[in-house]
């Protein structure tokens, strides 16, 4: 189909479909069966089989006709990690039972990966699923977990053989947040508030039918995940000054009497690396337009994490007086990261997180010293042993 | 705005990438830059008339390819990756530049076919909006020494001077693969080819067009760097393992890695941008300059550091790279001029010196 076909595929759903008078959730799930939710995704599955930058004409044509949104920034780890995991390795069932709810919102998800003894070195992970008829019984405990409050289901990996090596006796599942062994609790940060959880298992039932991939493949289904994880964290398109430089450069228009001479120099090498980012991340997304995410999402991630943080220190910096207050302890669980909105003490302190989060800025470069640059190996003792023979 | 390579692009990139390996490999670099002839005249000839390079930028009519200043770019990517011997920028990229918004076409038709090239005689370190009308004399000009015609830039306008007319002396350069010049111009049988505001104008868009080529030039710099010291490390042995496992190192070139990678994006959007005279090519033209240039240097100073010993010999190539890495990084402008003239550009003025 051509970009000019797919615009008359718009405009027919949009006359068969008022968005000024079709209720909210019947239009988001009419909108996915007509193949317009995201248009690379197969038939059948909100998609069309086409590329995937056609899509930011379809949603430009949605927005400008005022159509309902299903709120990307709600149910980001549904759109960016669980549905591309699922359409690669699900079956057919699975992604029939799962995707159009996750488009519409009407499910949230989240992400139970990390754990307190395995965060960087994620596939030491110790939450165990074992068997049971039809059913895995799973217990371990999770953190780390945005969304897990309000999550219907959670991507999780867990342990099913602790006898061979930890990469290789990992499997991947769904887990429904609803049952009575998942415990949900608040994990506050150093900004006050709390984004994340942690979230304790305790014979938690998943029916083998809700397992993502083969028995002892979690590893490699994860892959999918964490790199487009990676590609949501850094690859979002910005225009020239969106993001944390646009802030500091609007206050050093607007107060001029916060200018100081050795301040412009930094703030103009802070412009040129965040416009040099901008571009990559542009160049990238032609790149993605075409195929899958590769190991390139690291560095736009490792990129934007340093940027976020050295200008969000230096938006304290050009403050001064400013800087020294901060605007609100409470303790919230917010349902997104609310970046600009909130105090330049909170944008230095969350900044923080951004070269923690979809792994720690230390890994991303040995992802792509490895993976990219073809360098070998750091010399490793865990990878010839038992899972259950590791130091822990 | 396309970022990426076109087709013709890389048909492109691969010609002049075999003739550069084949003609140009670093011994033979080395070769020249200890000889007192500035350049391979042999290579210029089979990449300005038998590739075509040298009228890329030029339009059909005028005898050119009829391409534009992206392609060029991706010559220029070229010509830092091996450090060619050639006049690319300052004829087929500035000069070429300036003779099209001058309106002067039959020595344009001369430098497209190769038959001719020209130097713009200004300081190599001229950025735009930063440079005066030549002197008598000026200093530190490149790709001026086998120059056939200059580009002299006088309060009344821009003139041309045949370089029999001109005495060229060499300077011991920093950048042993690209010769600098001191000159004295006798202008007794200059022709004037743009009166003052023409040749401003013509010497600015010359100006931003090497701005911005320049950083194709360090990005192919900081690409041989890159791609040479990490196939080092894979095969250098310390402590009984390839020293590129040591996540020390590895991490450095991760950085580096991603850096390159910006610096394309960069230097393909300045590439673009002057290639139709977009009216962000200042924007990108300095942008480029204040980015691929630090990148270039970085690339260049790993480079030696992660080579060890061999890396500071003279026999090593590397520091054939370092020296025109930094040296581009001084050359069209500094970095801090660049980000000093992007502040104008994007309304983010100095600091004011007035007590309140």
């Known amino acids: 189909m051509t970009s000019n076909g797919l615009r008359e595929r718009v405009a027919d759903f949009l006359t068969a479909h008022d968005p000024a008078t079709t209720p909210r959730l019947e239009f988001l799930r009419a909108r996915f069966d007509a193949g317009l939710a995201w248009v690379h995704f197969p038939d059948g599955l909100g998609g069309l089989g086409l590329p995937r930058e056609l899509q930011t004409t379809v949603d430009g044509l949605f927005t400008a006709a005022g159509a ?37 919102g009407e499910e949230v998800w989240c992400q139970l990966f990390s754990e307190p003894g395995a965060g960087s070195d994620l596939a030491a992970l110790a939450t165990r699923a074992t068997r049971e008829g039809d059913d895995w019984v799973v217990t371990g405990q999770k953190v780390w977990t945005s969304t897990a409050h309000q999550a219907r289901w ?197 900044a923080k997180g951004n070269s923690i989060e979809g792994g720690t800025s230390e890994i991303l470069r040995t992802i792509i010293a490895d993976r990219v640059l073809g360098l070998p190996a750091e010399a490793r003792v865990d990878v010839q042993v038992p899972w259950k023979a590791l130091p822990k | 705005m396309n970022l990426l390579y076109t087709d013709v692009e890389e048909d492109l990139r691969a010609s002049v990438r075999d003739l550069l390996t084949d003609r140009c490999p670093p011994e033979t670099v080395l070769r020249w830059a200890e000889q007192d002839q500035p350049y391979d005249k042999a290579l210029w000839r089979m990449l300005a008339t038998e590739l075509g390079c040298a009228g890329l930028a030029v339009p059909e009519e005028v005898g050119g390819a009829g391409a534009s200043l992206r392609e060029c770019a991706v010559v220029m990517e070229e010509l830092g990756r091996a450090l060619a011997p050639v006049p690319f920028l300052g004829s087929s990229v500035m000069a070429t530049t300036a003779l099209q918004v001058a309106g002067e076409t039959a020595l344009l038709a001369d430098l497209a076919s190769g038959a001719r090239t020209a130097a713009l005689a200004l300081p190599f370190s001229a950025a735009p909006g930063l440079w005066a009308p030549a002197e008598e004399t000026v200093t530190s000009v490149a790709d001026v020494a086998t120059a056939d015609v200059l580009l002299v830039p006088a309060t009344d306008g821009l003139y041309t001077v045949d370089t029999t007319a001109v005495v060229r002396t060499p300077v011991t350069s920093l950048d042993l693969t690209r010769p600098l010049c001191d000159l004295t111009i006798d202008r007794a049988g200059a022709t004037r080819i743009a009166d003052a505001e023409t040749g401003r104008r013509a010497v600015d868009a010359a100006l931003v067009a090497g701005a911005a080529l320049l950083a194709s030039e360090q990005l192919g710099v900081a690409q041989w760097c890159l791609d040479t010291t990490v196939a080092y490390v894979r095969t250098r042995h310390q402590f009984g393992r390839p020293i590129g496992s040591f996540q020390a190192i590895k991490h450095r070139l991760a950085e580096l890695w991603v850096a390159v990678a910006q610096a394309r994006a960069v230097a393909r959007y300045a590439a673009g941008c002057v290639a139709i005279a977009d009216e962000d090519a200042p924007v990108a033209a300095a942008l480029a300059q204040a980015f691929c240039g630090p990148v270039a240097v970085t690339a260049a100073e790993e480079c030696v550091q992660l080579h060890g010993g061999i890396g500071f010999t003279w026999e090593h190539p590397a520091h054939l790279y370092l020296k025109r890495a930094k040296s581009t990084a001084l050359a069209l402008g500094t970095a801090d001029h660049h980000r000093a003239a992007l502040a104008e550009l994007v309304d983010l003025p100095q600091a004011s010196t007035q007590v309140a």
């Not at chain 1, 299903?70 to 995707?99: S, V």
């Not at chain 1, 993001?243 to 200018?259: C, D, H, K, Q, S």
């Not at chain 1, 901008?278 to 934007?304: C, I, N, Y």
């Open chain 1, 68 to 104: 309902p949104s299903n709120e990307p920034e709600r149910i980001g780890i549904g759109l960016g990690m669980a549905a591309p995991t699922i359409l690669r390795y699900g079956t057919d069932e699975q992604r029939k039972h799962f995707l159009r709810p996750l488009w519409t």
């Open chain 1, 154 to 350: 959670g991507i999780l990996v867990a342990r099913t053989d602790p006898d061979v090596p930890k990469h290789r006796g990992i499997t991947y599942f769904v887990c429904d947040m609803t049952d009575p062994g998942v415990e949900v609790r608040p994990l506050r940060q150093l900004t006050g508030e709390a984004e994340f959880n942690e979230v304790f298992l305790t014979g938690v039932r998943i029916p083998d039918a809700h397992r993502i991939g083969d028995v002892g493949a979690g590893w490699q289904v994860a892959q999918t995940t964490l790199m487009n994880e990676r590609v949501a964290i850094g690859g979002r398109a910005v225009p020239r000054e969106g993001g944390m430089i646009g802030v500091v450069a609007g206050l050093w228009r607007t107060r001029p009497e916060l200018r100081r001479a050795a301040l412009h120099d930094a703030l103009m090498r802070y412009w040129v690396e965040a416009e040099a980012a901008r571009l990559t991340r542009e160049r990238l997304r032609q790149q993605l337009a075409a195929g899958e995410p590769g190991p390139e999402g690291s560095a736009a991630k490792l990129v934007f994490a340093r940027l976020n943080q050295e200008i969000s220190a230096f938006e304290l910096e050009l403050l001064g007086e400013e800087g020294l207050r901060y605007d609100d302890w409470t303790m919230r669980q917010p349902s997104t990261v609310d970046f600009t909105g909130r105090s330049p003490g909170y944008r230095y302190l969350r």
